[in-house]
């Protein structure tokens, strides 16, 4: 299984950005599909899911409303739109895919496969 994460930046605040997760040796029905981050100094905290089978998805409460989770399927591709960002997103970014069908949270013990991070930064 391979996860390659891309789509990270500098951005000033109140701009855009779309990281895209390309994953190869999954079965996106079987998975859960998650992006987390990680600023210096702090826990990796889970920021938005959606699941395979039938597209449910999560936000945690800090990026609803300004971030949007897809996936194409076909592509195997998993995509999360930011916008409205703050410098409190900065943060590396990662993506995860998970062997559940869990979508109410996003513990990381859940996630089996993880890509290298994208650095998103976000100026003031």
């Known amino acids: 299984v391979q996860l390659q994460a891309s789509g990270g930046g500098l951005v000033q605040a109140g701009g855009s950005l779309r990281l895209s997760c390309a994953a190869s040796g999954v079965t996106f029905d079987d998975y859960v599909i998650g992006w987390f981050r990680q600023a210096p100094g702090k826990e990796r905290e889970g920021v938005s899911c959606?699941?395979?089978?039938?597209?449910?998805?999560y936000y945690a409460d800090s990026v609803k409303g300004r971030f949007t989770i897809s996936s194409d399927n076909a592509k195997n591709t998993v995509y999360l739109q930011m916008n409205s960002l703050k410098p409190e997103d900065t943060a590396d970014y990662y993506c995860?895919?998970?062997?559940?069908?869990?979508?109410?949270?996003?513990?990381?013990?859940?996630?089996?496969?993880w890509g290298q991070g994208t650095q998103v930064t976000v100026s003031s």
């Open positions: 995860a895919a998970g062997h559940t069908h869990v979508v109410v949270a996003m513990w990381v013990d859940l996630y089996d496969y």
């Open positions: 959606i699941r395979g089978r039938d597209g449910s998805t």
